[in-house]
């Protein structure tokens, strides 16, 4: 499957920016679907995702009631709506693919994914 992330872009703090994640190649349906954040000089971490059975996972106490990823399968995307943004959050974010026997513990970690997007920049002026 080929994952392209789009919707990144500059917005100050407090406001709000929807990132889309398509999906070709194969049907998201049987994946687990992240969503990965990475910031200048740090590690490449969980924001969240959704299984293929549809629930979620991830979320720091950081992020909860701030962002929140969701899936349409019809469409074949996995979206990020991030709400009161913060400049902390600026970084490169990525969304990725897992395939559905990978164990939850997994897909905390990148190691949990197969397939990758590209990333999108976002930044948080202050």
């Known amino acids: 499957v080929q994952l392209q992330a789009s919707g990144g872009g500059l917005v100050q703090a407090g406001g709000s920016l929807r990132l889309s994640c398509a999906a070709s190649?194969?049907?998201?349906?049987?994946?687990?679907m992240g969503w990965f954040r990475q910031a200048p000089g740090k590690e490449r971490g969980l924001i969240g995702g959704?299984?293929?059975?549809?629930?979620?996972?991830g979320y720091s106490d950081s992020d909860k009631g701030r962002f929140t990823i969701s899936r349409d399968n019809a469409k074949n995307t996995v979206d990020l709506q991030m709400n009161s943004l913060k400049p902390e959050d600026t970084a490169v974010y990525y969304c990725?693919?897992?395939?559905?026997?990978?164990?939850?513990?997994?897909?905390?970690?990148?190691?949990?994914?197969?397939?990758w997007g590209q990333g999108t920049q976002v930044t948080v002026s202050s």
């Open positions: 190649g194969d049907t998201i349906k049987t994946y687990n």
């Open positions: 959704i299984r293929w059975s549809g629930n979620n996972y």
């Open positions: 990725a693919a897992g395939t559905k026997r990978k164990i939850l513990s997994t897909l905390f970690t990148p190691g949990g994914y197969d397939y």
